[in-house]
């Protein structure tokens, strides 16, 4: 079915049909076995003792809630982290990974949803990135590195100018870029994490088919996916992880969708959303939305937020949860569907139209998108109350007077620990940064606060203070909405949590509902 191209070392597809289904796993050696695997960070074990094998010519899947341990095996296997004790053998011999190049050298090849692309450069670039290539007279002969990569662009069907910045392709053609930069390396094993996260349906189906193509060839895929339906669909043999360690493992002629869920949740599936059940009302409807869209990744998300209420908002990698906030915040534009804001129409054109109507966002990324790094803490948690918001063109000055009380009061009322007012934000733990992002919106007239992972990559003492910072925002009536993915921060925070799947709400869970198991089991519902 393929040949060996004799400049890369690639192998090539002839143009027959690719293999209909995936077939049953062949009983050789494994590619790579994990025995006994663990690693813990500060204390706390990501994974306990973990085995697994994958076999040339399997797509191995691999699935787990948030958390489960499955990002933190992909890193050791990728040489990113080393493992507490346990071995990895790559053909029957004991190997020492201990950075990505020992890991590349194997053949072993990454590729995660955060693809590793360079924006500016070309995909041509991209894809040879590292690699020795032929020159002449002193320079790079891109024609002669072109012609060797021929074979993979035939192979996988690349259809755009190699040209072409990175920055210009379409998530689809970067996840294909990506596999052929794996071929390249002469990848024996391709690991992938949550590939279709951003594809339409249509381009999941073309990845399939390059999957299945690439296991017929031999090559071994550790596929990482949330969505079950494309796991039984496309997986060989499926391996579940739960709190760190292996609880389940099937050949294809075993798998069940019921069998994968009572592995990931440890229960049966829940019952379906009741989305008559009567609101918990903590004040009056501030914010209201009603059949908001804007595909492939929010389809029709109806909920209402209440004053003084701390709503949550949970699901799974791909949910739609960022990208619905990005509608409430004017980031994006909706394509249907109406939100109104104290019972008035509401559409930001946007952020600072949002800011200037109450709204307010702490993104996931406090570090690029909340923060100003080089700039003092005073700087930073006046940022919001600089007129006009909307016509700022460049970082302003901020006078001493005023702001420095108003960056006095602030950090003493959310004890952000630094030197004084005018230290750089750069220099503050993770904790107190967030609390600096949180902060800036104290003291403004705002109606609604949307914060995204707000407690992400702090530890457990500022995690507990911003909370403690969520419940007085929410005391002063502000409507809160919290989205995580951490389901166990969510019971105790929140007073009700809807959950999202694949840009809906599939269930809410409320009051002593709230567990990591509920949500667990909403996350993975079918019908949403």
């Known amino acids: 079915m393929v040949s060996a191209s004799h400049e890369s070392g690639v192998p090539v597809h002839d143009g027959r049909a690719p293999r209909p289904e995936p077939r049953e796993p ?38 787990g809630a ?39 050298a194997l053949g072993l090849s990454f590729i995660h ?20 290539k032929p020159s002449r007279f002193g320079l790079v002969d891109w024609a002669r590195v072109r012609a060797e990569v021929a074979d993979v662009v035939r192979r996988l069907g690349i259809d755009f100018s190699l040209d072409t910045p990175t920055s210009e392709l379409s998530t689809a053609e970067q996840w294909m870029l990506s596999i052929g930069r794996a071929l390249i390396r002469r990848a024996r094993l391709i690991a992938m994490d949550e590939p279709t996260a951003s594809l339409s ?67 049966e599936l829940a019952d379906a959303y009741d989305a008559t059940a009567p609101e918990h009302r903590t004040g009056d409807v501030v914010l209201r939305t009603r059949d908001l869209r804007r595909p492939p990744r929010v389809r029709g998300v109806s909920f209402d937020v209440h004053a003084g209420e701390v709503l949550g908002l949970a699901g799974l ?37 949002a800011v200037d109507q109450g709204v307010a966002f702490v993104p996931e990324e406090r570090r690029s998108a909340g ?104 005391d002063r009536g502000v409507a809160v909405l919290v989205i995580s993915s951490d389901n166990e921060e969510l019971p105790g925070l929140c007073d009700r949590v809807l959950v999202m799947v694949e840009g809906r709400l599939a269930g809410e869970a409320r009051g002593t509902d709230i567990t990591k198991e509920r949500l667990l089991q909403l996350s993975y519902r079918h019908e949403a």
Not at 36 to 56: H, M, P, Q, T, Y
Request: net charge neutral.
């Open 66 to 104: 948030n958390g489960a341990g499955k990002s933190t095996l992909i890193k050791l296997l990728a040489g990113v982290e080393t493992a507490d004790s346990g071995t990895i053998e790559v053909d029957g011999d004991v190997v020492d990974i201990h950075d990505p190049q020992s890991s590349s």
């Open 317 to 353: 990698v791909g949910a739609g949860r960022t990208e619905l906030a990005r509608l409430l915040f004017g980031v994006d534009m909706p394509t249907s569907g109406s939100m109104t804001l104290n019972g008035r129409p509401y559409r930001p054109a946007a952020p600072y139209d």
């Open 26 to 63: 062949s009983h050789g050696r494994p590619l790579v076995r994990v025995r006994g695997i663990a690693k813990s960070f500060g204390g706390v074990a990501a994974l306990k003792g973990v085995d697994l094998e994958v076999r040339r010519g399997q797509v191995h899947g691999l699935v």
């Open 371 to 474: 923060l100003v790094l080089d700039k003092s803490v005073r700087f930073n948690l006046n940022l919001t109350d600089l007129p006009p918001l909307r016509r700022l063109a460049a970082i302003p000055i901020v006078s001493n007077g005023k702001s420095a009380a108003r960056a006095r009061t602030v950090m003493g009322r959310m004890q952000i620990k630094a030197e004084s007012v005018d230290t750089p934000v750069r220099q503050l733990s993770g904790g107190n940064q967030q609390k600096v992002v949180i902060g800036k919106w104290l003291d403004l007239d705002t109606k609604v606060l949307i914060l995204d992972e707000p407690s992400r990559g702090v530890d457990v003492g500022a995690r507990a203070e911003i909370h403690r910072l969520i419940r007085e925002v929410a």
């Open 113 to 132: 949803q955060e693809l590793n692309l360079v924006p500016h450069f070309s995909a041509l670039e991209n894809m040879t990135l590292g690699l020795s």
């Open 201 to 267: 349906a249509e381009e999941s189906e073309r990845l399939f088919r390059v999957v299945r193509e690439l296991a017929s060839d031999g090559i071994a895929i550790l596929y990482v996916s949330h969505r079950l339906d494309e796991i039984l669909e496309l997986c060989d043999v499926v391996t579940v992880f739960k709190d760190g360690a292996r609880v389940l493992y099937e050949e294809r002629h075993e798998m069940t969708r019921d069998s994968l869920v009572r592995g990931i949740v440890g229960g």
